[in-house]
């Protein structure tokens, strides 16, 4: 499996962007983020038919929304892990369908182990540590 990461602090609008970007070039493939709720922050939707309309856009795409809360299946498909959280990366590393994954990572916190271990290339346009600004 090909692996990416984006190193990041915080909601990152264009790496999201960028992520979907990426899915799309791949032919497709799946957005994970913890739980629905998330959706709804991330993409500062208002109610259960903006989240429907966001559904549509992405099936044609070829891009599914799913959470980590109900699992994901993602054969031979893209992955775009959005503000995993640890047991999220776990998940991922015991599924070995993907082809290829990219994480827009919320705090190095989560992700460090991953990095280590896997050696992700790493993205460029995350946000930057509070401390670093």
Not at 29 to 36: S, W
Not at 93 to 100: D, L, P, Q, V
Request: glycine share 8%; proline share 4%.
């Amino acid at each position: 499996m090909e692996r990416y990461l984006i190193e990041n602090y915080g909601n990152c609008h264009e790496m999201v962007e960028y992520g979907f970007s990426w899915l799309k070039d791949q032919g497709g493939g799946v957005v994970v983020l913890p739980q629905k709720k998330n959706y709804f922050s991330v993409f500062n939707l208002k109610n259960e038919g903006e989240f429907k309309r966001l559904e549509i856009e992405c099936a044609n795409a070829e891009i599914k929304l799913l959470t980590a809360r109900r699992g994901f299946s993602a054969k031979d498909k893209a992955v775009f892990f959005l503000y995993p959280t640890k047991e999220m990366f776990e998940e991922l590393e015991e599924y070995t369908g993907a082809k290829s994954v990219l994480v827009l990572d919320w705090n190095e916190y989560f992700s460090k182990e991953w990095k280590e271990k896997y050696s992700p290339k790493l993205i460029p346009g995350g946000n930057k540590k509070p401390e670093e600004l």
